[in-house]
């Protein structure tokens, strides 16, 4: 994704509002669990225990203007809010809670498209395609939501030697979103409602 969501809806809107469209489809995707390994010291062969392993999903996690992770600019905040490992539990079991809920409740069924293996050909170009585990026939659901109790979360180690953990953090996963930004006149020239 070039561009954060809130810009591309900003895009979209400023280029409505001058007239350039009518309406704009704003796409963004993420893979986090695709960033590559690499092996850098490979080339010329090498010698047991001299192997040197980048990965480089670290290198999306950092900032570069103050050369800081993600992680440790939540751990930052926290101290800068006074936020207590608690504290950070306790709203990580509260919005898991509510996700699992929402998501037994139907409420996400309108937003996710299930995913499925399969190829898309083009005369001309390479097909190209999703494949999805072996053991999995659909993804059809966000599958990172999951009770996720304040006990079980604070057994968790911290991974940046703070508050935050791989229980109450963001997840090492992926995804993608798609909306429509459209003028004022295109929809009721079209009959809809704003949604």
Known sequence: MSAAPDELFSQAGDGISLGKFQVALCVGSESMTRNPVAAYTHRGGFRMGQIEFKDFLWET?????????????????????????????????????????????????????PVETENFE???????????????????????????????????????????????????????????VASGDYVRARGKAPG
């Not at 809670?97 to 069924?109: D, I, L, P």
């Not at 999951?146 to 953090?169: C, D, H, M, W, Y």
């Open 61 to 113: 996690l950092r900032d570069t203007a103050p050369n800081i992770t993600m992680g440790d600019t939540a751990e930052n905040l926290a101290k800068k809010y006074m936020l207590s490992r608690e504290d950070v539990d306790r709203f990580a079991e509260s919005s898991f809670s509510r996700a699992v809920n929402a998501q037994k409740e139907g409420y996400f069924a309108g937003e996710i498209v």
């Open 122 to 180: 083009l005369l001309g170009y390479a097909t190209r395609g999703i494949r999805l585990s072996s053991k999995v026939k659909a993804c059809e659901r966000d599958d990172h939501i999951r009770p996720s109790t304040f006990e079980a979360l604070q057994k968790i180690k911290p991974a940046f030697g703070g508050v935050q953990t791989g229980g109450n953090s963001s997840g090492i996963v992926d995804g993608a979103a798609a909306a429509l």
